[in-house]
């Protein structure tokens, strides 16, 4: 059985990588049968949770992470229903960030200090790199009527400055990505 999914969460926003694309993680409790699900739900008429976090979530986060995932999978043929008494699972997800640094791009490996015979010449050049923000997100799943906790998964990626538009895509390339895993 997979423990309180915040716990993985925090871990995971540790251990999460510049990459470009996301990769997710999963987990889930090899033992349950998946294949009798045919709705969902949320949890909770609010079900994100905020995690450790450099900066506050945007106001658009929650519902365009709920749509991203609701239609994710309403077109892997689950049908989505309001009542959670009612649903076969139900979906909590939990949002943080990090500022991280990127490695300089055009490094340089020439300079004075030098090693014997020009081996081990010093690390030099521009060392600084730019910093960006590192969004995770983590979604979970609950068996509505064991009323426990079957699945989890999680991806890290890179947030865009400004752009609402850039920010739906990278929201939908994550939950796609978490998704794409599930059902095991």
Known sequence: MIRFPFIVFVLAVGTQGCAV???????????????????????SNNPMRVGKTATQPRSSLQPNVMAAIRSNL????????????????????AVGSREKTAPAENPSTSCSQGGIGGW???????????????G???IDIFDAGERRQVWHGVAGRRIPAEDPEDMRKVIDSVVAEILSDYPP
């Open 120 to 134: 081990a010449t010093a690390f030099c050049g521009d060392q600084d790199g730019s910093s960006y923000l590192q």
């Open 21 to 43: 694309a996301p990769t997710a993680r999963v987990e889930f409790d090899e033992g349950h049968d998946f294949s009798a699900y045919e709705s969902f739900s949320w949890h």
């Open 74 to 93: 309403e077109s892997s043929g689950y049908r989505y229903v309001a009542d959670a008494s009612a649903a076969d699972f139900v979906i909590s997800f």
């Open 136 to 138: 995770v997100l983590a």
